[in-house]
DNA sequence: CGGTATTTTGAGTATCGTCAAGGCCAGTGG
DNA sequence: CCACTGGCCTTGACGATACTCAAAATACCG
């Protein structure tokens, strides 16, 4: 067994693969957690390798220990859009499920955490608590892919990155390296380059970078580096997203009470 | 019981739940038939009634029999956005996953057949072939939020159209009352207002009509009524759409035989 | 037939996509 | 150590598109 030491603890309903997260919050039977291990291996992968085609059945179930990968379909016209990414915690590989419909690449450099196909979806039979998991990490995806569907909706780029900064504050913030309290405000690292933010907002780079610079201008963020933002202003943020991404702004509330307490 | 005739056989991986399809197609044991039998009862909802409401837990899981509901999400400053549709043979309700954190309205006057939560997930326990089942009916959804995803991140709205109404043919190709071959062309009914439109493509109602004249002009769609679209070229409407919704065209091809058969 | 809601059209403005050029940074090789 | 190169980010200018507001036309319903 590799070192598996990462943790994951969302705000809001987290359905975390890794094995210490695994075997103290799900409940996995001594059984279950005995063949993961032994069934599961560390991959790496460099920024821009592929880790699954489109179109065919990955031979494992996959969990990011570490960077980040992406989610994209690429068109006839050669086009790319990104649904999506995936961070530490996040599993992907479509346990039972099927042919993948879409390809995924490493963003940056990554390790992840492989467990073999066909022994997974064994243990998924004779493990009801694996199974539950598997649903509501679904399920979870599918609450995010919603998420994307409500800022991709909406018609000013600006909106759309602020809601993508706000998904980064409240999704990512248990990931480390990517979230940075910092007297007062917040330091965020954007994993990715503009051209992908880019297909992953659906607009160009250059909106994209007009765009940051537009919220910059307004004051509730500040550029310090290109992939370095810092949060001035989180509700004039979650106001220029429609202020919607965050539910009540409970969301909010309890990330900067967080945010808080791991700075303290 | 009530009369559950429907049937939903799709083009590609089906999940459906009508309790007909539920016991040829999933191999169902008679005890997961029998349960579903009784915990079952048929609702029905007029146009614009609220089915479930967003931030609880609906008290059932349903499987829509007839007509089409929406699924939206209402923002702080009162716009809303749909994140999809509901149709025959399609299900809902969050089966283990806790609260729904969307709205769900009747936009047709729709009959829902529902099953008691609480024994429904009872049952999933200990029926794996239903279980199997729940997980690749929201693992289709999600691959139909990112459907929705590359749509919306698409920059022309005459783009995002002529994608939702090639979705419209190939997904709700079986719904009756939707489509209908009509010597060589293909009516299809348009189940929701063109705000409604709007809210789901993220634009508004006049863009939408604009688009949909501008692709009757250029002779890929005639509009018969607002709500009745002709689809004239369907082929040249995948090339509005960026000719990447069908993957390889092969859908379209079998879209084409479906229909075809059908009327023959 | 009248009243209401929906759809459509129009004109003006803001935003974004596109093309092109410039700047910044890191890695490379002299 | 410095010039060079390539990639990424930024900025500018221009045209196309879509949003906004307003009003007309059409469809829907009683």
Redo the contacts between chains.
């Keep these: 067994m590799k070192d598996i030491s990462t943790m994951r603890s969302e705000i809001s309903?987290t359905a975390g693969f890794t094995l210490d997260t695994l075997i103290r919050e799900a409940g996995l039977s001594d059984d279950a957690v005995a063949t993961l291990r032994d069934i599961c291996s560390l991959r790496r992968y460099a920024a821009g390798q592929t880790v699954a085609e489109a179109g065919e059945e990955p031979g494992f179930v996959g969990c990011v220990q570490t960077g980040v990968l992406r989610?994209q379909?690429t068109?006839?016209?050669g086009?790319q859009?990104i649904?999506?990414l995936l961070v530490e915690g996040d599993v992907f590989g479509?346990?039972?499920?099927?042919p993948l419909?879409?390809a995924i690449e490493a963003a940056t450099d990554t390790e992840v955490m492989a467990f073999r196909r066909a022994p997974f979806e064994a243990l998924l039979?004779r493990s009801?608590e694996l199974?539950?998991l598997?649903?509501?990490n679904?399920?979870n995806?599918?609450?995010r892919?919603?998420d994307?569907?409500?800022i991709?909706?909406?018609?000013r780029i600006r909106e759309r990155l602020a809601g993508f900064l706000l998904v980064l504050c409240t999704r990512f913030c248990s990931v480390d390296h990517l979230l940075r309290p910092r007297n007062g405000s917040l330091d965020v690292k954007v994993p990715i380059s503009r051209t992908d933010l880019a297909?992953l907002?659906?607009?160009r780079p250059e909106s994209i970078s007009r765009a940051f610079h537009a919220l910059a201008d307004t004051g509730c963020i500040g550029i310090r580096q290109p992939d370095l933002i810092e949060i001035r202003d989180l509700d004039a943020l979650a106001a220029e997203a429609?202020?919607?991404e965050l539910?009540g702004s409970n969301t909010l509330n309890s990330l900067l009470s967080t945010l808080r307490a791991r700075a303290g």
Aim: proline letters at 4%.
């Design positions: 309903g989610m379909k068109l006839h016209d086009r859009h649904v999506g479509r346990a039972l499920g099927g419909d879409l039979l009801p199974d539950r598997v649903i509501l679904v399920m995806e599918l609450d892919a919603r994307w569907m409500i991709l909706g909406t018609p297909h907002l659906g607009t429609g202020e919607d539910r």
